[in-house]
């Protein structure tokens, strides 16, 4: 199997490691097989291809998409170093408000399946990076939401120390208490 799957401290969020074979060429890797993931309970039919680019020290998140476009994601970093997290956002979750996150880099090159029901964040640690993800639904900004990306609810480590670059939207994004959880799953 071309991949290894370890299921995170919250529910459903699970770090995938991919086999990489290298040489003196280069390297190669699958970075999707959907019989492997399947077989890992990754049953998500993604249906969208994103590619970001963001400088040292911003901070993109916490998005999610309302019900009924949720969107579970596959995020993989192709050049540069972030810190991505998930945090669950099912009201009838145990897990319900958790956070967990990964180092994803293009040197261990891992990827992360935040499932819909989650929210989605990411700090850039490098000079520059590029994420490349896979999405569960299409984009749809009648369904975008997003929380603030330092709820002292949640309580995210984000391990920076640097004050983030944030986007205008995601300076005022609402608390967690706050969201309108009728939407979520």
Not at 23 to 42: A, L, P
Not at 85 to 94: F, H, L, M, Q, Y
């Amino acid at each position: 199997m071309p991949f290894e799957f370890e299921r995170l401290s919250v529910n459903d969020i699970i770090l995938v490691k991919p086999k990489v074979f290298g040489d003196n060429r280069g390297f190669f890797m699958e970075t999707y097989k959907k019989s492997d993931f399947v077989k890992n309970g990754i049953t998500v039919d993604f249906v969208q291809d994103n590619h970001s680019k963001s400088a040292k020290g911003v901070l993109r998140g916490l998005h999610y998409q309302a019900s009924p476009k949720a969107q579970a994601k596959l995020v993989r970093c192709a050049r540069g170093k972030i810190f991505d997290v998930g945090v669950d956002i099912r009201p009838n979750s145990a897990t319900f408000g958790k956070w967990a996150g990964a180092i994803l880099s293009e040197e261990n090159k891992h990827m992360l399946f935040i499932p819909a029901g989650f929210a989605h964040g990411f700090a850039v640690l490098s000079d520059e990076a590029e994420l490349i993800y896979k999405a569960g639904d299409e984009f749809s900004l009648e369904h975008d939401r997003g929380i603030l990306w330092n709820d002292p609810d949640i309580g995210i480590d984000w391990g920076i120390d640097f004050e983030p670059i944030l986007s205008e939207k995601d300076a005022k994004q609402p608390r967690l208490k706050d969201i309108n959880m009728e939407e979520i799953l």
